[in-house]
């Protein structure tokens, strides 16, 4: 029943979105917009998104290979997996996924695979970062971001305070950083912290304080990046590539729509459309990407039609999901797994139903 009610959710949540961003669309224009597209600049778009994942790859190998070694194949079958199980199951499923399947492929301990992944999160969300703060210091503050009628089924100009954009920016920017520095103390004072764990837990659950005092220790020492500066200036270099090349793929795909757009533009698209899937609900986060590209594309290009700029959300979407389903089913057909399996494995972990369709 609960897994019944969150597709359900998703799906009144992807329908509700749609509605609402193409309701009144004029579906002639944004045919036209798509029909007219440069092949070339969405080809070359293309590369730059796919050659981004396989850079999200060599930036948690410097991480993992700290703690544990592991090769190209197993860390790309385990991220692209759970990158596939992220667009397809909601709840962010997918960062589980990639844990257990690290384990399996890889053989750390589970609770070791959970902290290269949330420190692999961590080093994604700094290079993110660098791409808000782009935005929201380029920005013009003096001047409010205005939608025109019409750009999301609106009858009148929507208008968004500038004023709000560099606080966000910078709140973001603190809880990144908050977040490092609590993984910092749990490293390095791991063993007051183990202390503390099962002195707390003790007079409650002995076997509890047993648990969780060692899976706290196995989660910490999945950080031994921390040793190494080098090794983790390379995983932070690595983001940024990534996130590099994913602005760079949007700029190509822009162009290839024959957009008029600032030099700053896809990092604010790319921000925008990170924060409306930041919590996948919808499946395939359909809705939910198409509102913020279009939002973030109007801010840059006011003056665009918004037929072309829903013309140009629609292609994005389909470009963003054509390496993550690509190499997703690539790498299940690679490592024998089938999706449901490997879905219902993770459900039972997290102590869910391990019930799944399909």
């Known amino acids: 029943m609960k897994r019944l009610a969150r597709a359900a959710l998703g799906l009144a949540v992807a329908g509700g979105l749609l509605w609402l961003l193409f309701r009144h669309t004029a579906w002639g224009e944004v045919g036209q917009a798509i029909g007219s597209m440069h092949a070339g600049w969405l080809a070359l778009s293309q590369l730059l998104m796919w050659s981004g994942h396989f850079c999200r790859v060599k930036r948690w190998s410097y991480v993992v290979r700290a703690a544990h070694p592991a090769s190209f194949r197993q860390l790309q079958s385990a991220t692209q997996i759970g990158f596939l199980v992220n667009f397809s199951v909601p709840a962010r499923l997918g960062e589980l996924v990639r844990a257990l399947l690290l384990t399996r492929l890889a053989g750390p301990p589970v609770s070791r695979s959970l902290a290269m992944v949330a420190l692999d999160r961590v080093t994604d969300l700094i290079g993110l970062l660098a791409v808000v703060l782009v935005a929201a210091f380029t920005l013009a503050r003096d001047r409010d971001v205005r939608f025109a009628p019409g750009a999301f089924g609106n009858r009148e100009a929507l208008v968004v305070s500038s004023a709000l954009v560099r606080p966000t920016g910078l709140v973001l920017a603190g809880l990144v950083c908050a977040l490092l520095a609590g993984l910092v103390v749990l490293y390095v004072w791991r063993e007051p912290l183990v202390r503390a764990v099962r002195a707390v837990l003790a007079p409650l659950s002995p076997g509890l304080a047993r648990r969780a005092a060692s899976l706290l220790e196995g989660f910490a020492e ?72 279009v939002a973030g594309l109007l801010m840059v290009a006011p003056g665009l039609d918004p037929d072309r700029a829903k013309a140009v959300a629609i292609v994005a979407h389909l470009a963003t999901l054509a390496p993550i389903a690509g190499l997703g089913l690539y790498c299940l057909w690679r490592e024998r797994l089938g999706l449901a399996d490997v879905v219902r494995r993770a459900r039972a972990e997290r102590g869910a139903p391990a019930e799944v369709s399909g």
């Open 222 to 293: 999945g950080m031994h990046v921390f040793r190494s500066g080098r090794d983790l200036a390379r995983a932070l270099l690595w983001s940024l590539v990534t996130w590099g090349l994913d602005v760079a793929g949007l700029a190509m795909l822009l162009t290839a729509f024959a957009v008029d757009f600032p030099w700053y533009g896809p990092f604010l698209m790319l921000a925008m459309i990170a924060a409306g899937v930041a919590l996948p609900v919808a499946p395939g986060v359909v809705g939910q990407y198409h509102l913020m590209a």
